[in-house]
Each structure stands twice: as C-alpha cells, then as structure tokens.
C-alpha cells in the first residue's frame, strides 16, 4: 500500500501544476550539481518501479555507488545524490518535493526490499543514520 502512495505522488509531481517555491523548502542546487543528478531525474517513473524490482538491476546501482563495480549516468546520478545527502547531513539537500520523492521511493525500497544492499551503502559511507530510523545491518 505504501508504494501505492508513493507511486501516486510521484505521477502526481510528473503531471502536476508548476511547482512554486517553498520558502521553508532549501534553495535549489547549483546548475553543476543539478546536471550531475538529472539523469536520475529524467528516468520515466515506470522505469524507476522496473528498475527497482530487478535485484540485478539494483545490486548493478549499489556496486556504482559503493564503487565497487562500473557505473552509468545513472548510477553516477544516484552516487552523487548519497554522497550529497551525507555532505549536507540531511535527506535529499536542495532537492525539488518530486525529487526528493523519487530518491526517498529508492531509500525505502533499499531498506525494505534489498536489506543487504542498504547495509553495503551504509557501510562504505559509515552513516547510521542514512536510512532513517532503520538499520539495514542490524
């Protein structure tokens, strides 16, 4: 059911209004950080759903951003979302609310779906707290 409602707001933020700026919300990325992540962003969504219930597909992503394995756009997209968000202490750092939704719909799935992978990105960035609350090693 939780991934029902998450699927929603992310077609939600695809097909929605314009989004306007949330002063509460942290001021947008500069332009090099923004291209380095957009080729996570520009993935259809139903790409994202089929990508993230393919273990092969997943552990091809972890191993990119553990730097233990080769690395697309994409992976190279997701490294730098992780290492941003551990840069800046906070969850998606600068992110839009459609993409912060899209790499929380990732964490979740890591740590409900692919425990073992999520303890290896926790591991290599030795950040407890990554997955919220949850600890995929323990």
């Known amino acids: 059911m939780r991934v029902l409602v998450v699927c929603m707001c992310l077609v939600a933020c695809v097909i929605g209004q314009p989004q306007q700026v949330d002063p509460q919300e942290p001021q947008p990325q500069t332009s090099v950080v923004k291209n380095l992540q957009q ?16 273990p092969t597909t997943v552990k091809f992503y972890v191993e990119c951003i553990t730097e233990t394995g080769s690395c697309d756009k994409i992976g190279n997209a997701l490294q730098n979302l992780i290492y941003d968000q551990q840069r800046a202490g906070q969850f998606c750092h600068g992110c839009t609310k459609c993409e912060r939704e899209r790499v929380q719909y990732v964490m979740d799935k890591l740590k409900t779906d692919y425990r073992d992978l999520a303890c290896k990105i926790q591991q290599k960035l030795r950040w407890v707290g990554l997955f919220g609350d949850t600890n995929p090693c323990a």
């Open 39 to 54: 080729p996570f962003n520009d993935i259809p969504l139903k790409t994202l759903f089929d990508h993230m219930n393919d």
